[in-house]
């Protein structure tokens, strides 16, 4: 050993911080259940993935070659040669559709920042299905529980999905690499150092946001990976007078972080059946119950008056949205959309239907407004209500209290199944290679055995070659 290396982490006791606390409480075991709760999260992560194959920013970061290359390096996009931007293409991409995996009292997204590092240290020597979804189910907890305790003023000017996802990868990667107590503690300390990810890039359009998932993903996992050399983070990194909360959180509350649960976070972990910004989702929800009443045909509404929490309304309030991105952040478009073709599907978002004359005159006849009483329930619940007033001179109406795929209303594994499947046959994935994803999950929900074999290639083998079609 080099004289100036540390001796080995057990020499060196974690503090009793809120670190030490998360390190202590993620050493619990993971139930079989639970396990197969993250293999959903993963096959809906990959979905997201692929579906986001083609867009211009999943491209750009195909073409992207780093200033110094290696050996080749396998991504659900494509194959590399470099590790980080292998990670870039499985994590980059996941958020561009707006349907990745949620927790909606964080608002964060833990699948795009957790799942790329877990895939990337996977390929390279196997590991059982067992090991790997119980670093899902641990990175999950940390993430979620650090974002729960931010605040809601973080979110204002901070990516939570980025500033917690560098927890959140940290704890997954020091899970799958076997780290003991005090080297996970440093993990997450020097994670924590990197937080990072400003929502500026939301104000203008640009592809920072896809940076975002990566960075964290990348400064998880490499802190895990120093860790293991016996290079030290800050135990305090949460609590102190100047760690993450002092920083970056004003009306952030510490102590949460440590909150009494009954169950892993990941059961509380939602999936997002449309291909909008979540807070759409419940008017989405409320237009399609409208539909459903009129025998799921097109709503013929002269007035549409739209009333959520104020969230949605701040992020979401465009009538007139003329690129993809603005459409899926538009209540405005997400009503007419849904009002005259039904469940949405990410071709709904598609130049041919965001340029129609009838979704655009429409769209402008959608009025919006924040309700005090549903953004009271935020976020710990996502509601909205909807009312048309239609040609007929009828009045229809109706309140969502929580939207398809939260707690209250879950998608089932059919559900998240078909869903991924969606997904990637509109990013263009050969029948085959989908087919043979669906089923390696199919095979872990069913077979308790399988827990304990290699990780199924078919859940890490590149899904399309867009990588090389981008060159």
Excluded at 42 to 61: N, S
Excluded at 230 to 253: M, N, P, V, Y
Excluded at 284 to 301: K, N, S, Y
């Amino acid at each position: 050993m080099n004289p100036a290396t540390p001796e080995p982490s057990r020499q060196h006791a974690p503090s009793a911080s809120l670190t030490a606390g998360l390190v202590a409480l993620c050493r619990r075991p993971v139930a079989l259940a639970c396990r197969r709760r993250a293999l959903l999260h993963w096959i809906d992560w990959m979905g997201c993935v692929a579906a986001a194959a083609r867009a211009p920013a999943a491209q750009a970061i195909a073409r992207w070659r780093p200033p110094i290359e290696g050996a080749a390096v396998p991504a659900l996009l494509g194959t590399v040669r470099d590790p980080f931007h292998a990670l870039l293409l499985d994590a980059g991409p996941a958020n561009i559709e707006e349907m990745d995996d949620l927790d909606r009292q964080g608002i964060l997204h833990p699948g795009p920042a957790v799942m790329p590092p877990l895939a990337l240290l996977a390929r390279q020597r196997p590991r059982s299905a067992g090991q790997v979804l119980d670093a899902v189910v641990r990175g999950y907890e940390v993430m979620i529980r650090i974002g729960r305790a931010v605040g809601r003023t973080h979110y204002h000017h901070w990516h939570t999905t980025a500033t917690c996802g560098t927890f959140g990868a940290a704890a997954a990667a020091a899970d799958l690499l076997a780290l003991d107590d005090a080297q996970t503690l440093w993990a997450l300390g020097n994670a924590g150092t990197q937080a990072a990810g400003l929502w500026q890039c939301r104000l203008e359009p640009v592809m920072s946001k896809q940076l975002h998932t990566a960075h964290a993903g990348w400064a998880g996992l490499n802190s895990a990976s120093l860790a293991t050399a016996g290079f030290t983070g800050a135990s305090a990194i949460l609590e102190g007078e100047r760690g993450f909360f002092a920083g970056l959180c004003r009306d952030g509350h510490p102590d949460a972080v440590l909150s009494p649960a009954d169950a892993w976070l990941i059961e509380e972990t939602s999936f997002k059946p449309w291909p909008a910004c979540r807070h759409t989702h419940a008017t989405i929800d409320g237009v399609l119950a409208l539909r459903a009443a009129l025998g799921h045909r097109p709503i013929p509404f002269v007035q549409a008056r739209v009333e959520s929490f104020g969230d949605a309304v701040t992020i979401c309030d465009n009538p007139e949205p003329r690129t993809r991105t603005e459409a899926k952040f538009s209540l405005q478009y997400c009503v007419a959309a849904a009002a005259a073709l039904g469940p949405l599907s990410p071709s709904h978002f598609d130049d041919a239907c965001i340029e129609r004359p009838d979704l655009r005159e429409a769209a402008r006849r959608v009025e919006v407004a924040a309700d005090p009483r549903i953004d009271r329930a935020y976020p710990r619940h996502y509601g909205a209500r909807v009312t048309m007033r239609l040609s007929d001179g009828r009045e229809l109406r109706h309140e969502v209290a929580d939207a398809l795929g939260d707690p209250e209303r879950p998608l089932d594994a059919a559900a998240v199944l078909h869903k991924a499947a969606n997904l990637m046959a509109y990013g263009g994935v050969a029948e085959g290679r989908l087919a043979a994803a669906l089923e390696a999950a199919r095979t872990l929900l069913a077979d308790e055995a399988a827990m304990s074999r290699d990780f199924p290639p078919a859940l890490l083998a590149p899904l399309l070659d867009v990588v090389q079609a981008g060159r």
